[in-house]
């Protein structure tokens, strides 16, 4: 799939290509292809281009010094207004960018818009936002044969089966003086979790990562048991699970009955069914993500409503609301379902449908194809779902994208008009420590307005070999800086 176009990260890209900023090991942006950056003023950003940076040397671009205007070209690309530049929304707020010379690119921007530089960084899921050349597009087309992929990273592509795998060698033009330390990397496609772990277990793969080889807790656990040695780093996936009605709903409009929903769901049980365990409660921001942005820590939302234990009090207020709001004698709601991701999708549903049978709220689920599902989502053409949202490691992609009235991932169609002033101002706040505020009354006023259920976030595991050095995984990147890893085996 071409980079541009990715709704993941793309593993093997990880290692031959860069952006102009990366996330670091705390989730700030760090300087990669930009040395450095500047507001001139609150809708103009400067940065400025690591000078001597050189392309691989492959056709088509054959070697050639990055510029600005390969700058330019690839995020004009990224913010291209068709469907499949799916992060396109993420620029919505620039109104242009341009090379001012050949080591300066600028960003003007239709109003002051703090999340930009999380935007632009590469890293975890949906950051992929890697400088190309011109000529690869002039070249290719586009950028789905990762055969073609022309980059500034440590490491080029020597070759690439789908479904298979593929190899990469050493970038000797690479601009980081003595790196990479490894003269390779093999990314090899395991076809079954069983066979993966077999081979973790042989010592046949040296490191998993994000979504391409990480474990589930009960995964990790089972391997522990057999290798003790080998070393693991946690990652929260960026997407929270939750239950989702459809606002045009009139049964939905009423808070009472999305309140009596909310507060009767047994959220640590629903953990321990769906994830046994390997995971932890969230609430509108995922607390683990994004601390210091969250208006809750772990031990503070568990004393919440909806959230807190026993739910003996919880479900007694679900039904007070139910009687006040005419269904005393109990309430049906038609609700969806599907097998495609089903511990997002069916399974959560599944477990909604027994604990709010307790409050006396009858489901009934509809299985839909995985397909259909989607088009449905879209559309906001469906009734009651539970389902998942992945976003970028900034607040507001988080949050604005899923509950503005205007947001592209609204598909339940929330309207607040105080919510929406305070998404609206956290966009234009450039100092971080008001942004934050703003952030978290956000997330009380979501909490007021019951819209969703949050449930939980997963917690996976990234597994290494002890013989694996220089690879430091982290929440926000699965490599961080693939030029240190090497093998002492």
Same mark, same amino acid.
């Given at each position: 799939m071409d980079i541009h176009k990715a709704n993941w990260n793309l593993p093997l890209w990880a290692f031959l290509g860069q952006s102009l900023v990366r996330y670091d090991?705390?989730?700030? @942006?760090? @300087?990669e292809l930009a040395t450095k950056?500047?507001?001139?003023? @609150?809708?103009?950003?400067?940065?400025? +281009?690591r000078e001597g940076v050189k392309f691989h040397n492959l056709p088509p671009v054959n070697g050639r010094e990055l510029t600005a205007e390969d700058v330019a070209f690839s995020l004009n690309r990224i913010r291209t207004p068709r469907a499949e530049f799916i992060w396109a929304s993420q620029f919505e707020r620039v109104d242009k960018i341009e090379a001012v010379d050949k080591y300066t690119v600028r960003m003007t921007l239709k109003s002051p818009f703090a999340p930009i530089l999380s935007y632009i960084a590469s890293g975890t899921v949906s950051s992929n936002k890697i400088i190309i050349a011109p000529e690869s597009i002039q070249k290719w087309g586009d950028l789905a044969d990762i055969e073609h992929a022309v980059g500034t990273g440590p490491f080029q592509i020597q070759q690439f089966t789908p479904g298979v795998g593929g190899t990469a060698v050493r970038n000797p033009s690479y601009w980081e003086q003595g790196r990479p330390y490894a003269d390779g990397v093999s990314i090899t496609s395991v076809p079954d979790r069983a066979t993966? +772990? $077999? $081979?973790y277990r042989t010592g046949k793969i040296d490191f998993g990562t994000q979504d391409n080889g990480d474990l589930a807790l009960s995964e990790k656990d089972d391997l522990k048991r057999t290798n003790p040695e080998i070393q693991y780093t946690d990652w929260s996936r960026p997407n929270w699970f939750g239950l989702v009605p459809n606002l045009n709903n009139k049964l939905f409009q009423d808070i009472r009955i999305r309140k009596a929903i909310f507060l009767a769901i047994d959220r640590q049980e629903a953990l321990k069914l769906n994830l046994g365990g390997g995971g932890y409660l969230t609430g509108p921001l995922p607390q683990r993500m994004f601390p210091g942005w969250a208006a809750w820590t772990d031990e503070e939302l568990l004393k919440l409503p909806g959230y807190r234990q026993p739910k003996d009090q919880d479900i007694a207020e679900a039904k007070r609301l139910l009687a006040e709001a005419g269904y005393s004698n109990g309430l049906t709601v038609e609700a969806e379902g599907t097998n495609l991701f089903p511990q997002i999708n069916l399974k959560n549903m599944e477990i909604a449908k027994s604990q709010l049978a307790k409050a006396g709220i009858t489901v009934n689920i509809k299985l839909v194809d995985g397909a259909i599902w989607f088009g449905q989502d879209t559309k906001g053409d469906f009734g009651f779902r539970a389902r998942g949202y992945s976003a970028s490691r900034d607040p507001d992609d988080q949050l604005y994208s899923r509950h503005h009235s205007t947001g592209g991932r609204n598909y339940q169609k929330l309207n607040d008009p105080d919510l929406d002033k305070l998404l609206d101002a956290q966009r234009q706040e450039l100092d971080i420590e008001k942004r934050k505020a703003l952030v978290k009354k956000a997330q009380v006023r979501l909490m007021e307005l019951a819209p969703q259920v949050w449930l939980h976030t997963a917690v996976n595991y990234m597994p290494r070999q002890p013989w694996v050095r220089g690879l430091e995984q982290t929440e926000y990147d699965p490599f961080w800086l693939p030029s240190n890893i090497w093998i002492n085996k």
């Open positions: 090991n705390q989730g700030n @942006p760090t @300087p950056w500047r507001f001139d003023n @609150p809708q103009t950003l400067v940065f400025t +281009i993966m +772990i $077999a $081979a």
